[in-house]
């Protein structure tokens, strides 16, 4: 049985790494069926804050995938220390009671990386177990072999066959002096006894695995498969860091400026993973279908930001290009929530007017409340009269079209301000005061808009209404007298 899992730290809000590795995750346990497995791991207890944990599942369930099962790295000490233990009495790992305040725990010496301490590593046995019973402190080391040359090997899905020698890998710990396990054997415990099939993270975790492949084998326990995922990376090459570039890589930012989950998770699937055919805006079952570890690259992947504008353009056209494909009912029901936190006091029916409207119009949700703003205040803002005189035209021609406007709207009754009669009306008015209807349709669009550029005119006066039409048009009338 296919089983994977994303394991993050509480340590700091989502990151967009961190979600993608989530979603490739998802992507490959559901394409093949299997079972994806939420795991916190949370044993780091200095680090971690609840403020973390909640942006975490906040990211998480915004990005709407779900999971199957979900574990909690600090309710499992039991399952750590029992494996620690098994491979403590197999003559695997020993205990290092150098204290902590030396440095000679792990510290470089003259040219080479500390390895060992001899000391520690050949202490007896019964000295051991005296020393401990004594209640002295002490960190669990992995016995990494020495006796001969080795090399620990792997294959990893997306960076090929692995090897280091044993020879460049220190007696790394298992426990800490007060007990708790460090994050390469809580991970590994965790991996084996929830039967984790395949480890899909990122690729600054390949130089662990050699690590963590010693303690499965020691655990007596085959290593899953393994397949890194290349990073993340700034224009500047440098690794996307939370401290480094704050809001820019954490996904609530992504959510906040309106993005669709549906949207952000396409765009971060194409960041380091290809599906081979040029598509790039694709739903979610055919990111499902399509994923698979062949396409994921070796490079890594740069997410296109600058200090003015935090959003990737890519990231901001395929948003437009969901948000596009969204039923109007659909789209109506997002951008409502944005409306509303602006102190907008909009009812669904009169969303769904507008939505129409606006839908090719906008690329990110919150783009509703600059494009469409006019339909919301009762009191459009000052504009500058210079925009009611149409084009090859003067504020007398303005003046012209906005009177013959008005008395044509006016002659119509509430009931007929429907787009058809309202297009017939206006068409018939310019014809009557001989004028072009584009110099008729632009004086009348800023005087009920309060700008040139808005949606299509007769679709506007319809969801305005008559009487915030007609108003409109006579305050711009007093604009140009």
């Known amino acids: 049985m296919l089983r ?14 961190s979600a993608r590795t989530f979603i490739f995750n998802w992507l490959y346990a559901r394409h093949h069926g299997g079972t994806m497995i939420l795991r916190i791991d949370d044993t780091d207890v200095d680090r971690n804050t609840q403020s973390s944990l909640d942006s975490i599942f906040d990211g998480l369930r915004w990005l709407d995938l779900g999971w199957d099962e979900q574990y909690r790295q600090s309710e499992r000490l039991t399952v750590h220390q029992e494996i620690a233990q098994a491979i403590f009495h197999r003559g695997l790992a020993y205990r290092d009671f150098t204290p902590a305040d030396t440095g000679a725990a792990e510290s470089v010496r003259g040219e080479g990386t500390w390895l060992f301490n001899a000391g520690m590593r050949e202490l007896s046995a019964a000295e051991s177990d005296r020393r401990a019973a004594a209640g002295e402190p002490f960190v669990l080391r992995f016995r990494v072999p020495r006796d001969r040359a080795a090399n620990v090997c792997f294959r990893d899905a997306v960076y090929g066959e692995q090897t280091k020698s044993t020879a460049d890998i220190e007696d790394f710990a298992l426990l800490r002096s007060n007990g708790m396990p460090t994050y390469h054997l809580a991970s590994c415990a965790d991996d084996a006894d929830l039967r984790i099939s395949h480890i899909i993270r990122g690729q600054d975790h390949l130089t662990n695995t050699f690590k963590h492949v010693l303690i499965f084998e020691a655990a007596g326990v085959t ?29 609530t930012t992504y959510r906040d400026n309106g993005f669709l989950p549906q949207a952000f998770v396409n765009f971060l699937c194409l960041l380091g993973w290809s599906p081979k055919d040029d598509r790039d805006r694709m739903s979610r079952q055919e990111l499902i279908d399509a994923f698979s570890f062949e396409g994921i690259n070796r490079s890594n992947a740069v997410v296109n ?44 029916a009169r969303m769904l007017q507008i939505t129409p409207l606006v ?20 009191q459009l803002p000052p504009y500058d009269s210079a925009e009611l005189i ?11 079209a906005l009177h013959g406007g008005h008395e044509a709207l006016g002659a119509l009754g509430a009931a007929e301000f429907t787009h058809d009669r309202l297009e017939q009306t206006l068409r018939a008015a310019a014809s009557a005061l ?24 007769f679709a506007t006066l319809e969801v305005l209404g008559r009487d915030t039409s007609l108003a409109r048009i006579g305050q711009a009338i007093e604009k140009l007298q």
């Open 4 to 17: 994977v899992r994303f394991a993050p730290s509480p340590t700091g809000f989502l990151h967009i790494g």
């Open 223 to 251: 290593p899953p498969q393994f397949a890194h995922l290349p990073l993340l990376i700034a224009p500047d090459g440098a690794k996307l860091s939370k401290r480094r570039h704050g809001p820019v890589v954490s996904v």
């Open 305 to 348: 930001f600058s200090e003015v504008d935090p959003i990737d353009p890519k990231a901001l056209w395929l948003n437009g290009e969901h948000i596009r494909a969204l039923a109007v009912e659909d789209l109506a029901d997002r951008l409502l929530p944005f409306v509303r936190a602006a102190g907008f006091n909009v009812d669904r």
């Open 359 to 378: 839908q090719e119009r906008i690329k990110l949700l919150r783009d509703v409340l600059t494009v469409a703003d006019f339909f919301f205040i009762d």
């Open 390 to 400: 149409p084009q090859k035209g003067d504020a007398a021609m303005a003046l012209k």
């Open 434 to 457: 001989g004028i072009k209807t584009g110099q008729m349709f632009q004086p009348i669009r800023v005087a009920v808009c309060g700008r040139k550029n808005a949606p299509p005119l």
